[in-house]
């Protein structure tokens, strides 16, 4: 079966813009989460979705938000871009907690 | 606050060599636990995971961990590395008791990048 899909897999931006990150989850997993990645930070968690609902956020600035889906498709949006917002972005999707979550190959964000 | 602690930050180790990549956690109850693997630019890949039961537990590519509970430990093993193994390997703890909140249901470690010398 097809895994998760993160689209695009690289985006260049300038500083001040806005960008919008997809992910389609597994067919059948309703919960969707994303994370931030950088070399300095590790991989931070930004905000899970189960059923078009947000279920928890991450200690992130408002510039950050999502949304999912009735297909349990989800996308993310940074608004205001700054350079400190360059990174890997993971979505990861899950059946439930106890099957644990499958991950997308990330779309690479640079500002510039 | 949950939180996952990968002692160290880079391990170098032979072609054919054994490993062992460490991994404590800190929660409350019973933890879900994962290892997942990363190549660079690449997304997670997981390895393997323990819920309950056997506390040895076996993964795709030879892997295998041990849950100790005393130790509130997930140590990752191979017995021989192979060169492509090297990538960076996290471990996680996944929240069965509650929504994780601000840190999300899944919390990972900072990694060990694991070099492989020929």
């Known amino acids: 079966k097809a895994g998760v899909t993160q689209t695009p897999r690289y985006l260049i931006k300038t500083r001040g813009q806005q960008v919008t990150l997809s992910c389609s989850p597994i067919?059948?997993?309703?919960?969707v989460s994303w994370y931030q990645q950088t070399p300095g930070q590790g991989l931070q968690f930004l905000f899970e979705?189960?059923?078009?609902?947000?279920?928890n956020k991450g200690n992130f600035p408002g510039r950050f938000s999502g949304r999912q889906f009735s297909n349990s498709r989800s996308e993310m949006n940074v608004s205001t871009l700054e350079l400190g917002d360059s990174a890997l972005y993971l979505c990861?999707?899950?059946?439930?907690?106890?099957?644990?979550?499958?991950f997308g190959s990330g779309t690479r964000l640079t500002v510039v | 606050a949950q939180s996952v602690t990968q002692p160290d930050i880079h391990i170098t180790v032979s072609e054919g060599a054994s490993l062992e990549l460490r991994c404590n956690y800190s929660?409350?109850?019973?933890?879900?636990l994962f290892w997942y693997v990363q190549s660079p630019g690449q997304g997670l890949q997981l390895l393997l995971k323990?819920?309950?039961?056997?506390?040895l537990v076996q993964g795709i590519k030879g892997f295998e961990a041990e849950f100790k509970r005393s130790q509130s430990s997930f140590n990752l093993r191979k017995p021989s590395v192979h060169w492509s193994d090297a990538a960076e390997y996290f471990c996680?703890?996944?929240?069965?008791?509650?929504?994780?909140?601000?840190?999300?249901?899944?919390?990972f470690g900072k990694g060990t990048k694991l070099s492989v010398k020929p």
């Open positions: 067919s059948g997993h309703r919960s």
């Open positions: 979705y189960f059923s078009e609902t947000q279920r």
């Open positions: 990861a999707s899950s059946l439930d907690r106890a099957h644990g979550y499958t």
């Open positions: 323990y819920f309950s039961g056997d506390t």
């Open positions: 929660y409350g109850a019973t933890p879900y």
């Open positions: 996680a703890v996944g929240t069965p008791m509650n929504y994780g909140g601000s840190q999300g249901n899944l919390i």
